[in-house]
């Protein structure tokens, strides 16, 4: 409930780790609790189409992409990742 009450939450490298089903099922409900309230940002590397895998339930992550596109900007960034740069 703590998270669902900031005006803006952002979700860094969301599928850097495993996500375990039922902290999936704990997305969904954070995101439910935001619908339509709060703006959520969330960064990753995963496509949306992959996101089934990444929740271990393709209808949690219908679920949770059902709440997240709706009235959503996407920015996609392309190019190579400062990351990646040898030094």
Known sequence: ???ARY???IID?????PIQRHE???????LNMRYETHSTIF???ISLSGWGELFRSPETAAAIL????????????KGKSYRMKQT
Do not use: P, W
């Not at 490298?13 to 780790?17: A, Q, R, T, V």
């Not at 999936?24 to 954070?30: H, K, N, Y």
């Not at 059902?66 to 959503?72: A, E, I, L």
């Open 13 to 17: 490298e969301i599928g850097y780790l």
């Open 7 to 9: 005006e803006l939450l």
């Open 43 to 45: 960064t990753t590397n």
């Open 66 to 77: 059902d709440r997240m596109v709706h009235h959503v900007k996407i920015y996609k960034i």
């Open 1 to 3: 409930r703590r998270y």
């Open 24 to 30: 999936a099922d704990l997305i969904f409900q954070l």
